[in-house]
């Protein structure tokens, strides 16, 4: 079995297909659909116009469809990509930095992608996940964890639970350390700051115009012990109205979060109740 695949689609459908964590082939693929084995890694890779790589995942199971997804299976109401499968996402760059950060990789030709799907050279694939961010890493160590690292495991912990978890999310002319949102042009459901030095008074109103704009839940994670204190007077005060909805979340709790879903995830995979 093959380990590396490329799929290629357009922007509309690699949203909707993350949305649903599916993508599907044409019957002409069959052959390959049938090679595509659970836990294989596969790149995505959207069409103009965005022309670059946007994330990689890896198979979870894969099953035929008759049912419509995609709008030209709904227009024509007849199913098109009839070979389905399930993917889990390892790194997505945020939807709304495709065009910006999208990965070019000219190892691999144009008239290779137009084939639509096909397997990648291990070598090949391999320096291909070099150039995304890396999100599944341990972070078993005595240093204090970086604000990078803790938006990470904020991301990580929300793709395992299935929302749609990006970064540095646009609120206003600021950006949300995380937001995690449950289709891709949804608002967040879930919002995030992570506090590690700096100003909690910017973080707070951040998290208050998330709840306001969007009723968000808001959560400020980070070293508890250095913020908390300012933190909660800053709630009785300026904040009062996201008094009773903020959580404050220690870090430590956080990674410890992180590894046991991280832990069931891969047990999971490993018997294949995924």
Same mark, same amino acid.
């Given at each position: 079995?093959?380990?590396?695949?490329?799929?290629?689609?357009?922007?509309?459908?690699?949203?909707?297909?993350?949305?649903?964590?599916?993508?599907?082939?044409?019957?002409?693929?069959?052959?390959?659909?049938?090679?595509?084995?659970?836990?294989?890694?596969?790149?995505?890779?959207?069409?103009?116009?965005?022309?670059?790589?946007? $994330?990689? !995942?890896?198979?979870?199971?894969?099953?035929?469809?008759?049912?419509?997804?995609?709008?030209?299976?709904?227009?024509?109401?007849?199913?098109?990509?009839?070979?389905?499968?399930?993917?889990?996402?390892?790194?997505?760059?945020?939807?709304?930095?495709?065009?910006?950060?999208?990965?070019?990789?000219?190892?691999?030709?144009?008239?290779? =992608?137009?084939? $639509?799907?096909?397997?990648?050279?291990?070598?090949?694939?391999?320096?291909?996940?070099?150039?995304?961010?890396?999100?599944?890493?341990?972070?078993?160590?005595?240093?204090?964890?970086?604000?990078?690292?803790?938006?990470?495991?904020?991301?990580? +912990?929300?793709?395992?639970?299935?929302?749609?978890?990006?970064?540095?999310?646009?609120?206003?002319?600021?950006?949300?350390?995380?937001?995690?949102?449950?289709?891709?042009?949804? +608002?967040?459901?879930?919002?995030?700051?992570?506090?590690? !030095?700096?100003?909690?008074?910017?973080?707070?109103?951040?998290?208050?115009?998330?709840?306001?704009?969007?009723?968000?839940?808001?959560?400020?994670?980070?070293?508890?012990?250095?913020?908390?204190?300012?933190?909660?007077?800053?709630?009785?005060?300026?904040?009062?109205?996201?008094?009773?909805?903020?959580?404050?979340?220690?870090?430590?709790?956080?990674?410890?979060?992180?590894?046991?879903?991280?832990?069931?995830?891969?047990?999971?995979?490993? =018997?294949? =109740?995924?």
């Amino acid at each position: 079995m093959d380990a590396f695949w490329v799929a290629v689609g357009s922007r509309e459908h690699w949203e909707l297909g993350i949305e649903h964590s599916i993508w599907g082939l044409v019957p002409a693929h069959e052959a390959r659909w049938k090679r595509l084995s659970s836990g294989a890694v596969v790149f995505f890779y959207a069409t103009r116009p965005v022309s670059g790589f946007i $994330g990689y !995942g890896t198979v979870r199971r894969t099953f035929p469809q008759d049912k419509p997804l995609w709008p030209p299976e709904i227009a024509q109401k007849k199913v098109i990509w009839p070979l389905r499968f399930e993917f889990d996402i390892v790194s997505l760059i945020p939807p709304t930095r495709w065009l910006e950060d999208r990965v070019v990789f000219k190892e691999i030709t144009q008239a290779r =992608l137009r084939s $639509g799907f096909f397997a990648a050279p291990e070598d090949i694939a391999q320096q291909l996940i070099t150039r995304f961010p890396k999100t599944s890493q341990s972070y078993g160590v005595s240093r204090p964890l970086t604000h990078e690292e803790i938006q990470r495991i904020l991301v990580e +912990v929300g793709q395992i639970q299935r929302f749609i978890a990006e970064p540095e999310f646009p609120i206003g002319k600021q950006r949300l350390d995380v937001a995690w949102r449950r289709m891709v042009k949804a +608002v967040p459901t879930y919002a995030f700051e992570v506090q590690v !030095g700096g100003d909690v008074l910017h973080a707070l109103g951040k998290l208050k115009s998330a709840y306001q704009l969007w009723n968000s839940r808001v959560f400020l994670v980070g070293h508890s012990q250095e913020f908390r204190p300012k933190a909660e007077e800053l709630l009785e005060g300026t904040f009062h109205e996201i008094r009773r909805e903020l959580k404050i979340i220690d870090v430590a709790e956080m990674t410890r979060l992180h590894e046991l879903k991280r832990e069931v995830r891969e047990t999971e995979e490993r =018997l294949y =109740l995924t």
